[in-house]
């Protein structure tokens, strides 16, 4: 009797031993996990709550609802903080809140790490730091499906920026061009008011129109709008009084079809501006819209066909 009693005495003993010897009193719980995407285009998607809609799954798949908590099993995670690269997630798993932080690492231009760390009390009982070692698996679990939604989400292009953005070229191409300030940003008569000029030269030039009309409209210091448009010609024309004639080189552009009126058309510029930035290539010149679909003859802005066109180096 006396040997049981001190052969269980010894396990508990050597029990408590390994608890304290392997569950620290700070259990760090931290999770990596690679994007392939910027370091940029990664932190614009975590530093928006609003973005989180767009990539935040449940553990069974579903999206999240709007206006109810980011939850994961039941444990809620809510955006705190922000700093460079940095952000301030807290963790809620009942009455259990962590502070926790997510910081993004380059490892190359289309390669981000993200690097996930809280801690947890352990308590000073044996029970209470197996019971928070066992939440803190948990919670780790739970980090490591958020993380793996992230990623999965950020690294296809076409979901940070919202479009397929792709490298193309042009042919050798002749242009009759007209340039126009106006105080407010051009109407969609406005824009095709200006073409009537160029068509006209064109058609008394006996030539022909080889390509979609062009449209730039850059804002100036003055916050009024420079209007830029061009039509492709087959042959070189002469230029007259505003008209002038203009040589579009085959070169290198990142190109983006968009789908929708203006406001889609300026997100859509705006989101290739950051594809441009984020991945570090130079613009070589102002970009330029090709209007695919008549809008004059189409009122309906959701059947607008735009190609959006950003000279860059290779």
């Given at each position: 009797?006396?040997?049981?009693?001190?052969?269980?005495?010894?396990?508990?003993?050597?029990?408590?031993?390994?608890?304290?010897?392997?569950?620290?009193?700070?259990?760090?719980?931290?999770?990596?996990?690679?994007?392939?995407?910027t370091?940029?285009?990664?932190?614009?998607?975590?530093?928006?709550?609003?973005?989180?809609?767009?990539?935040?799954?449940?553990?069974?798949?579903?999206?999240?609802?709007?206006?109810?908590?980011?939850?994961?099993?039941?444990?809620?995670?809510?955006l705190?903080?922000?700093?460079?690269?940095?952000?301030?997630?807290?963790?809620?798993?009942?009455?259990?809140?962590?502070?926790?932080?997510?910081?993004?690492?380059?490892?190359?231009?289309?390669?981000?790490?993200?690097?996930?760390?809280?801690?947890?009390?352990?308590?000073?009982?044996?029970?209470?730091?197996?019971?928070?070692?066992?939440?803190?698996?948990?919670?780790?679990?739970?980090?490591?499906?958020?993380?793996?939604?992230?990623?999965?989400?950020?690294?296809?292009?076409?979901?940070?920026?919202?479009?397929?953005?792709?490298?193309?070229?042009?042919k050798d191409?002749?242009?009759?061009?007209?340039?126009?300030?106006?105080?407010?940003?051009?109407?969609?008569?406005?824009?095709?008011?200006?073409?009537?000029?160029?068509?006209?030269?064109?058609?008394?030039?006996?030539?022909?129109?080889?390509?979609?009309?062009?449209?730039?409209?850059?804002?100036?210091?003055?916050?009024?709008?420079?209007?830029?448009?061009?039509?492709?010609?087959?042959?070189?024309?002469?230029?007259?009084?505003?008209?002038?004639?203009?040589?579009?080189?085959?070169?290198?552009?990142?190109?983006?079809?968009?789908h929708?009126?203006?406001?889609?058309?300026?997100?859509?510029?705006?989101q290739?501006?950051?594809?441009?930035?984020?991945?570090?290539?130079?613009?070589?010149?102002?970009?330029?819209?090709?209007?695919?679909?008549?809008?004059?003859?189409?009122?309906?802005?959701?059947?607008?066909?735009?190609?959006?066109?950003?000279?860059?180096?290779?």
């Open positions: 009797m006396k040997k049981w009693f001190a052969g269980i005495l010894v396990v508990l003993i050597l029990t408590l031993i390994c608890i304290y010897l392997f569950i620290p009193a700070k259990i760090v719980i931290s999770k990596i996990t690679i994007t392939h995407t370091i940029n285009g990664a932190y614009r998607f975590l530093s928006l709550e609003a973005n989180w809609e767009k990539w935040w799954r449940n553990s069974d798949g579903h999206q999240h609802v709007k206006q109810t908590p980011f939850t994961y099993n039941g444990t809620e995670f809510k705190e903080h922000l700093s460079s690269n940095v952000a301030g997630i807290r963790i809620q798993s009942g009455k259990l809140v962590l502070n926790s932080v997510m910081n993004l690492v380059s490892f190359a231009t289309d390669s981000t790490g993200a690097v996930w760390v809280s801690e947890l009390s352990a308590g000073n009982s044996p029970f209470s730091r197996l019971a928070n070692y066992k939440r803190a698996l948990e919670i780790k679990n739970d980090m490591t499906g958020i993380l793996n939604n992230f990623s999965s989400f950020i690294s296809d292009p076409k979901n940070v920026y919202g479009l397929p953005i792709y490298r193309s070229s042009t191409t002749f242009l009759l061009s007209a340039k126009y300030r106006s105080p407010v940003y051009p109407s969609t008569a406005e824009i095709y008011r200006y073409l009537v000029p160029l068509r006209k030269s064109i058609a008394s030039q006996h030539a022909e129109i080889s390509g979609y009309p062009m449209v730039n409209v850059s804002l100036q210091d003055d916050n009024s709008y420079e209007v830029q448009v061009a039509i492709p010609t087959n042959r070189l024309l002469q230029g007259k009084d505003s008209l002038f004639v203009r040589r579009l080189v085959p070169g290198n552009f990142m190109v983006c079809e968009v929708g009126g203006e406001y889609t058309i300026r997100e859509s510029l705006k290739l501006e950051y594809f441009i930035n984020d991945y570090g290539k130079t613009k070589m010149a102002i970009p330029f819209q090709s209007l695919v679909t008549d809008r004059m003859n189409e009122p309906d802005t959701s059947k607008w066909i735009t190609l959006l066109y950003m000279p860059v180096r290779r």
